[in-house]
């Protein structure tokens, strides 16, 4: 599986962007689709992902009611939804993805992923 994320820019704080993360290749069977992000100097850190197969969705603390992840699966395309952005926000964003057998309880830890996309830049000025 192929991941390619889009989206990503230089925004004001409290402006939104909404990111695509399309994947190709083999069939997308896993469960589980998330969003990383890095900020320089930083560790990787969860941001969100979605149940593929039902579309319940799980948030870390600081975006909860700001960001929506969905996804769209005739396009084989999850999305994040990033409204009120701030300055904290700014990192590098990850497309994540599980393969079959991959479990929804383990959703915040990175080795439960088992493909990347390249990522995508998202800053926010002031």
């Known amino acids: 599986v192929h991941l390619v994320e889009s989206g990503g820019g230089s925004v004001p704080a409290g402006g939104s962007l909404r990111l695509s993360c399309s994947a190709s290749?083999?069939?997308?069977?896993?469960?589980?689709m998330g969003w990383w992000r890095q900020a320089p100097g930083k560790a990787r850190e969860f941001v969100a992902a979605?149940?593929?197969?039902?579309?319940?969705?799980s948030y870390r603390d600081s975006v909860k009611g700001r960001f929506t992840i969905s996804r769209d699966s005739a396009k084989s395309t999850g999305y994040l939804q990033m409204n009120s952005l701030n300055s904290e926000d700014t990192a590098i964003y990850y497309c994540?993805?599980?393969?079959?057998?991959?479990?929804?309880?383990?959703?915040?830890?990175?080795?439960?992923?088992?493909?990347w996309g390249q990522g995508t830049q998202v800053t926010v000025f002031s």
């Open positions: 290749g083999r069939t997308f069977d896993g469960v589980l």
């Open positions: 979605i149940n593929w197969n039902d579309g319940e969705a």
């Open positions: 994540a993805a599980a393969g079959a057998g991959s479990r929804w309880h383990f959703r915040k830890r990175q080795d439960e992923y088992d493909y």
